[in-house]
């Protein structure tokens, strides 16, 4: 593979039928694009509003030849072909929620640094195989 493969690690969550619909979304990924590893799997309570079911998170690490403008509209599909309501409110249930935490290497998005749940799934992925 030449230089034009960008590495990223995709942060997963979901409180909505969170099983069914975090192995739907990897489901598709792993036919879609290049998925390197998957990291374990955290129950975690809701933040903001916090009337409504825990979330099950986790990571998962891929490789793609997209830009990061391009990919990051490829998760925007993929969290609407799953059914992700964006009419609700910002911090309220959701079917799928997929954000690159990582992208080749860079960290760019703040949840890593403020949710220990994000931290660990990512050094998790980094670990097992350096990039």
């Known amino acids: 593979m030449g230089n034009d493969t960008n590495v990223c690690i995709i942060g997963i969550g979901s409180n909505i039928d969170p099983e069914k619909n975090t192995r739907a979304a990897l489901a598709i990924m792993k036919r879609e694009i290049d998925v390197q590893g998957i990291s374990t799997w955290t129950k975690t309570a ?11 998170n986790g990571a998962v690490k891929v490789r793609t030849a997209m830009s990061r403008e391009a990919f990051k509209k490829y998760l925007k599909k993929l969290e609407n072909k799953l059914g992700r309501d964006r009419s609700l ?32 799934a990512v050094h998790e992925l980094k670990d097992e195989a350096k990039c």
């Not at 809701?46 to 825990?54: F, R, V």
Request: glycine share 4%; aromatic share 14%; net charge negative.
């Open 46 to 56: 809701p933040i903001g509003i916090t009337s409504q079911n825990d979330f099950i």
């Open 89 to 120: 409110p910002k911090f309220g249930p959701r079917v799928i929620d997929l954000d690159i935490i990582v992208w080749n290497d860079e960290i760019v998005d703040d949840d890593y640094y403020t949710r220990a749940f994000v931290r660990d």
